[in-house]
DNA sequence: GTGAATTTATGCTATATAACATATTTTGGA
DNA sequence: TCCAAAATATGTTATATAGCATAAATTCAC
């Protein structure tokens, strides 16, 4: 797709951001916003490298990673159209602290994240809304390191895939996750190792809950699987 | 301490906010700020409430903590004076999803809620404040949940008494923390269990790691204890 | 001050999960 | 199309940590 054409539909379906700006905000976001593509496994920036922009992903699936101890992975979050990131650092006047990385080929707008802070300087609804969108983030977090810290292998697992699927969606089938993963990046999500990914994956078709094809993933008993994911 | 003195004080130490404020502003922190005392152990807030104040810590310490698992407690973060907090979920319009709680006595001054709101709207400083406290706040969160669920138990409690160290600083032998915690807070700042706690706290002190007297612990050897809580 | 309740200490056992090994399958590039 | 490399599968072993039991020490209420 053009770029254009792209960032027409960025001014679309962000509407309920883009409705916030003053008109002449709105053409400096029209001017400076850029449209990069990203291919799969393309890494898009690294922990400790100057925000410069404000990402907002237009296509395609987006992974936000850390690497810690021995340098073992873990995937904080994961970005779905329309969504910014890659903000957060440079609201909280730091570097990058993460690293983020293409699932799959995809397209952003990349609009210059000093802009941001000029936008919040002159109007406040912009500044609001990202008080509420951190605010959020901040729940999420919270609500995260708790679950991986205290629920088991299973219930991690479960919830990872009950997780993507609320977030990127079905296939046409209305069971079949339409987000395709390595079982190491599955494993990087749910915090164990890619072995115990696969294991795990493997005990739950047995059990019938769902059923593997490749990286393809179909749920068959999705009440079980959020039984699973909340017991533990 | 009288509550008009307290007041009076947290116009001082937070004047880096309250130079945000416009005069009228002002005022009404002034005159709808209230103050209030809790008595050690007693919770502040549940999950659940709906958030009626924008806390600010004056005195003692506090607990941001959240009940997993079968009701397994886990430290979220801990305030100190003159902190603000309990407001993200006013912020993100949802109840409490942590508790809070006191580790000690302490005085709290009690901003109703609404005034950040009407404060933000009216003044993007205020804002932009909050956007920064935040966006910090959510990259230590972050930063969290990978210490807890990728470093081991050593690790983990290595770097739970540093943090609480430098939060709260030391005795004037400028070597005993002055925080005391139970060993079952230490377990649920460093997810793990009470037993593991006590345990691993013994083997510090037989490394000469550290010196226990009831719950005043003493660092003896600061750099080991950092260097396990680096390495995991 | 005394007894009950809580916290701390320590040992032993059970278990979840990582680590390792090896085979099989799939993928991607020449 | 074929080969090498990567990903997946599965079994075995090692280990970190939870769970439980019991005792000692400390705290608290009356």
Chains 1, 2 share one sequence.
Not at 167 to 190: F, H, K, P, V
């Amino acid at each position: 797709m053009k770029p254009s054409k792209i960032i027409e539909e960025m001014l679309e379906r962000l509407s309920e951001f883009v409705s916030l700006l003053t008109p002449e905000q709105k053409q400096e976001l029209k001017s400076e916003v850029s449209v990069e593509r990203f291919k799969k496994n393309e890494v898009l920036y690294r922990e400790g490298e100057v925000p410069q922009y404000l990402h907002c992903l237009m296509s395609g699936k987006v992974k936000l990673y850390k690497e810690g101890v021995g340098g073992r992975i873990q995937i904080m979050r994961v970005m779905k159209p329309v969504e910014f990131f890659g903000y957060r650092a440079y609201l909280a006047n730091q570097n990058y602290v993460n690293n983020a990385g293409a699932f799959e080929n995809c397209t952003i707008c990349m609009i210059p994240i000093e802009l941001v802070n000029k936008w919040m300087e002159e109007n406040n609804k912009v500044a609001i809304y990202f008080v509420r969108l951190l605010a959020v983030e901040l729940g999420v977090s919270d609500e995260r390191t708790v679950n991986l810290t205290q629920k088991h292998i299973r219930g991690r697992l479960a919830e990872a895939l009950i997780f993507l699927a609320d977030t990127y969606g079905m296939e046409e089938d209305n069971a079949t996750m339409s987000i395709c993963l390595s079982r190491e990046d599955l494993a990087s999500l749910s915090n164990m190792t890619t072995s115990n990914a696969i294991r795990t994956l493997s005990a739950f078709q047995t059990e019938q809950l769902i059923e593997i094809n490749g990286r393809k993933i179909k749920f068959v008993d999705i009440e079980s699987l959020k039984k699973i994911s909340k017991i533990g």
